[in-house]
């Protein structure tokens, strides 16, 4: 499908720490007409997570099927549970004319860049890999092995950033902000992904 002619599809990837979810929600504060795929997932929902919202809650049974049936545009297993992205509503936004962003890790963008070669693709990045060990020691939420896990984990995905058309460092929120923001309006004015 050749997306340049109508909607965009744009694809963010970020090790975790990296402020890729805060980034992600300014973007779609800042333009309405953005819209954010929502996930499917076989895992359990959390407490205050409602399907449709966070995620799509599906059975484990329900996402083979639609693994058979070619309805994602990207899929994964992590840790017993599925994740994928739904092709219908990118499919949907993308003939509307709509912006459509994607938040996802490496391996499922590696899928969608197979797929849908323009699309738009960009790798958030920290100011350094001390200032991601300092933003995941801040959240105070991990032990210090699941720590160090995530920045091995980290180390591993900035190792994919070269297959990204940009990458975006954030050092400021707002700056980044505007730095996602001018390179979709750039793409779009050009007519290209």
């Known amino acids: 499908m050749n997306i340049n002619e109508k909607g965009n599809l744009v694809v963010i990837s970020a090790p975790s720490g990296t402020g890729k979810g805060t980034v992600i929600t300014q973007l779609l504060e800042k333009d309405p007409e953005f819209v954010f ?19 799509k809650f599906l059975s484990r049974e329900r996402f083979v099927e639609m693994i058979n049936e070619g309805k994602f545009l990207e899929y994964a297993e992590y840790v017993g549970n599925f994740y994928g992205t739904p092709v219908e509503p990118i499919l949907e936004c993308i003939e509307t004319g709509k912006t459509i962003i994607l938040d996802i890790e490496v391996l499922g963008a590696k899928q969608v860049m197979e797929k849908i070669p323009d699309a738009l693709t960009i790798f958030i990045i920290p100011p350094s890999m001390e200032e991601l060990e300092k933003r995941l020691r801040g959240r105070g939420t991990d032990s210090e092995d699941k720590l160090l896990a995530r920045l091995k984990r980290a180390g591993d995905e900035l190792e994919e950033k070269s297959r990204y058309k940009y990458i975006v460092v954030n050092d400021v929120v707002s700056r980044a902000v505007d730095e996602i923001l001018s390179i979709i309006d750039t793409n779009k004015s050009k007519g290209l992904n």
């Open 37 to 55: 795929s929502i996930s499917a997932t076989t895992r359990e929902p959390r407490p205050g997570e409602i399907d449709g919202v966070a995620y």
